[in-house]
């Protein structure tokens, strides 16, 4: 089950990067190298924070599967006109960053790390892919700006994961709470403009 949500994440972020590279007008490479790095640097930065191989490395089917998304979708955006705007990658960035704080939170409490840092791992997980893309797409990261709430979300997330494990629920039900809270948050922030006060 952590391996299915791994994977879902890594499509939802894949199709955030790649979304975010079409608006730049990045050639094939630089599209690829986008969703990499969107998909796959947050969990990269936690396993090796938790001194294991990365899951690209281990499993290369990832960055295969990648290419292959990003390969479909330029021919779909070759064949079909789509107007791609900053909005248009909310819903699979929200998404991902539910995924992801519930993985990433998953791998730390399975390895019994202190609750704070499980929760932390979670955040990590799901915010760093998105700081790589922003950073190359020359933009200040989302986390790092006074804008609607986005590692917050996360944190909520991945909390609710944890504490949901910590009462006895199976990792299916933890991880479906922690996605809904962390997509729930997230577009209910961008709708309502929610930020921190500080």
Not at 24 to 32: A, C, E, L, P, S
Not at 129 to 134: I, P, T
Not at 145 to 153: G, H, P
Not at 162 to 184: M, V
Request: glycine residues 8%; hydrophobic residues 55%; contains cysteine.
């Amino acid at each position: 089950m952590l391996r299915l949500i791994e994977f879902l994440g890594i499509i939802a972020f894949a199709l955030s990067g790649l979304i975010e590279a079409r608006r730049k007008k990045m050639d094939f490479v630089g599209t690829y190298a986008l969703a990499l790095v969107t998909a796959l640097g947050g969990g990269t930065l936690r396993d090796l924070l938790l001194s294991k191989r990365p899951l690209w490395v281990v499993h290369q089917e990832y960055p295969v599967m990648i290419m292959a998304l990003v390969i479909g979708a330029l021919v779909i955006f070759r064949l079909k006109k789509f107007t791609l705007t900053e909005h248009t990658i909310t819903i699979p960035d929200a998404l991902g960053l539910g995924l992801f704080s519930a993985s990433g939170t998953a791998s730390a409490f399975d390895v019994s790390l202190p609750p704070f840092v499980c929760v932390l791992m979670g955040v990590l997980t799901a915010t760093f892919g998105g700081v790589l893309r922003d950073i190359a797409c020359n933009k200040i990261p989302v986390i790092f700006r006074r804008t609607e709430l986005y590692a917050t979300c996360s944190f909520f997330a991945a909390a609710a994961y944890w504490c949901g494990r910590a009462l006895g629920a199976e990792h299916l039900l933890a991880a479906i709470a922690s996605i809904i809270i962390a997509l729930s948050l997230r577009l209910l922030a961008i709708r309502f403009h929610l930020r921190l006060p500080l």
